[in-house]
């Protein structure tokens, strides 16, 4: 069993940063698939970004150029990032980091962007 752990949500104003986290641990595979989703108030949950354990990043087209995804592999574990820059109030969701296309699920932290 792979176990998540999210950080870093919180409010910010309109054009400003966040950096989540998503900490892995447990039974984590050799070659693996971890990625950031989103779900809005009464929006489906939506993949926007990705990144398997050779590189790879997958960026959704709602938010490239600004968000950036990343990997920092440790002895028996994996953190995964989304760097988010240049906020806007359409970014407001709740954000899941994900392992293996489902196998595992974050608890989600919230983001809020307002001014």
């Known amino acids: 069993q792979v176990q998540l752990v999210e950080s870093g949500g919180g409010l910010v104003q309109p054009g400003e940063s966040l950096r989540l986290s998503c900490s892995a641990s447990g039974s984590i595979s050799g070659f693996y698939v971890m990625g950031w989703y989103r779900q809005a108030p009464e929006n489906e949950r939506e993949l926007i970004a990705s990144?398997?354990?050779?590189?790879?990043?997958?960026?959704a087209d709602s938010v490239k150029g600004r968000f950036d995804i990343s990997t920092n592999n440790a002895k028996n574990t994996v953190t995964l990032y989304l760097q988010m820059n240049n906020l806007a109030p359409e970014d407001t969701a709740v954000y899941y980091c994900?392992?293996?296309?489902?196998?595992?699920w974050g608890q989600g932290t919230v983001v809020t962007v307002s001014s």
């Open positions: 994900n392992y293996n296309l489902g196998q595992a």
């Open positions: 990144i398997t354990s050779l590189g790879a990043p997958y960026i």
